[in-house]
């Protein structure tokens, strides 16, 4: 069993920026693939960004590319997500995913790929 445990959630004004952060005490996450989701209110939630086991490979939704970067430190066991020039549509409730039975190299965007999940932290981008 992985606990995932999201933070860095809060309030941040329209065109500003936010890093969140994802990360497991039990077990290492540097052999999983992650990626984020959110969930806005009266939405289902939705893919923003993955990233694959060693890092170097990546994939963003079109409506976060260019202003969020995923990146992980596998020696600190913590992914991250760094959300800049923050728009009111981001706000949303945000999760952690990761797949264990990833292969090397792999990167996903659906969620019925991942297999353990975070609890979320809000995220409230003001106008």
């Known amino acids: 069993q992985v606990r995932l445990v999201e933070s860095g959630g809060g309030l941040v004004q329209d065109g500003g920026s936010l890093n969140v952060s994802c990360t497991a005490s039990e077990r290492s996450l540097a052999f999983y693939s992650m990626g984020w989701f959110r969930q806005a209110p009266g939405k289902e939630r939705g893919f923003v960004a993955a990233?694959?086991?060693?890092?170097?490979?990546?994939y963003y939704a079109d409506s976060v590319k260019g202003r969020f970067t995923i990146s992980r430190d596998n020696a600190k066991n913590t992914v991250y997500l760094q959300m800049n020039s923050c728009e009111p549509e981001d706000t949303a409730v945000y999760y952690c995913?990761?797949?264990?039975?990833?292969?090397?190299?792999?990167?996903?965007?659906?969620?019925?790929?991942?297999?353990?999940w975070g609890q979320g932290t809000q995220v409230t981008v003001s106008s």
């Open positions: 995913a990761a797949n264990s039975r990833t292969t090397v190299g792999r990167i996903y965007f659906q969620e019925y790929d991942y297999n353990y």
């Open positions: 990233i694959s086991s060693s890092g170097l490979s990546t």
